[in-house]
């Protein structure tokens, strides 16, 4: 099992690299008819989006962990 911090790590570098990634998008798919453009880039863009969702979901749970460890008062 990859270990939470290993997945936020790999998660920010894909997302990181989508992102940068989206200029280029648009040279490689000038060629394409525009329909198939406008696919392509939504794709892209979708998953843009659901890596986004994917890395607020780990960091909400890397939180999640920490405030279980937390020392908390004896009753």
Do not use: C
């Not at 989508?18 to 040279?27: G, N, S, T």
Request: glycine share 2%; hydrophobic share 40%; charged share 35%.
């Amino acid at each position: 099992m990859i270990p939470l911090e290993e997945k936020i790590e790999r998660t920010q570098r894909l997302l990181r690299r989508l992102e940068e990634d989206r200029p280029l998008l648009a040279v490689r798919v000038a060629e394409l008819g525009q329909e198939h453009q406008e696919s392509a880039k939504q794709f892209a863009a979708q998953l843009v989006n659901e890596t986004r969702a994917e890395l607020q979901r780990l960091l909400e749970k890397k939180s999640q962990d920490f405030d279980f460890f937390l020392p908390s008062p004896a009753d």
